[in-house]
């Protein structure tokens, strides 16, 4: 379905009528509609080219019905949806072209259903929601596509530090205002400060734990490395930036087996995401480390 969709100033309760729609061309609309509780006729949509705006409708409770849609190319604002308390039905949305804004929901508490989200193109908006507590579900969004980001007037918002965020105030590559939330979000200073005090937890490898230990991560100027060989082996740990460069050799070396320790004081390198790299025989094994400050 190509063009402009609006659906504004219906009695209608569901959309069972695009029941048969699956994807749509530039702009997608569902504001004031009193009655709608349901986007359940959206079942079948799997992509929207532009853009999507839901708002002013105040019988709604979620957005199940939308658990096929993948991708918005443009901008999806979700705002003054008063009964909205989770974003149920985004589950699979993985990729927004520009815009994610989530504004004046004042019962919305969850945004877990953004969990899979990993690209938003540019502009991260989470502003006036009174009942937020966390941002958990945006801990994916890779943080090079935020290129402006607004925490505000969120008033019982107090965890901030999901990695996306913690990432990009490492490195930001934009704009940056957050202000009037609650303690631990109410300033830039205090989330990067939450962001040190928290660990970025890493996969598993295969059945096995990360076999280096890193604390703390994020860091400010100076971080230790903890690992254990089974064996004496000759072993290569080395620290490299985002682009793959080598930044510092910390060890090359035989050593023997057991508990190995390694301190590193990074304070001339600028803030941003490294990885260490620790590369014994043929097994080379790698671990993302955010510098804060």
């Known amino acids: 379905m190509a063009g402009i969709v609006k659906i504004s ?21 569902i504001i004031q509609n009193p009655l709608l509780n349901s986007l359940s006729g959206l079942v079948s949509l799997f992509s929207v080219d532009g853009a999507v705006s839901i708002g002013y409708n105040p019988s709604l409770t979620n957005l ?59 502009f ?15 801990d994916h969004i890779a943080p090079g596509s935020i290129t402006y980001l607004v925490l505000a007037f969120n008033f019982s918002l107090t965890t901030c530090e999901v990695e996306s965020i913690c990432i990009y105030l490492a490195a930001p590559n934009g704009t940056i205002e957050i202000h009037d939330n609650a303690p631990g979000c109410n300033s830039q200073a205090e989330v990067e400060q939450a962001c040190l005090e928290i660990g970025i937890e890493e996969p598993a490898v295969g059945n096995q734990q990360f076999p280096v230990m890193v ?29 793959g460069r080598q930044v510092a050799l910390l060890v090359n070396e035989k050593q023997h087996k057991g508990r190995q320790v390694v301190a590193w004081n990074a304070k001339n390198l600028p803030p941003g995401v490294y990885y260490c790299r620790l590369k014994t025989g043929n097994q080379i094994i790698s671990k993302k480390i955010i510098k804060m400050k």
């Open 64 to 122: 199940e019905g939308l658990e096929n849609l993948t991708s918005v190319g443009g901008y999806l604002s979700i705002y003054n949806n008063n009964t909205l308390t989770k974003l149920m039905g985004l589950e699979n949305l993985t990729t927004i072209g520009d815009m994610l804004e989530i504004i004046d929901n004042e019962n919305l508490v969850d945004l877990t259903a953004l969990n899979n989200l990993t690209n938003i193109g540019n």
């Open 9 to 29: 100033g219906n009695d209608i309760t569901n959309l069972n009528s695009l029941n048969e729609v699956t994807s749509m061309g530039v702009y997608l609309a």
């Open 124 to 138: 991260l908006w989470i502003r006036h929601n009174t009942s937020l507590t966390s941002l958990s579900g945006l």
């Open 215 to 243: 604390y703390p991560n994020p860091f400010d100027g100076s971080i230790t490395f903890e690992y254990f060989l089974d064996e004496d082996a000759l072993v290569n740990f080395s620290i490299l930036d985002h682009l």
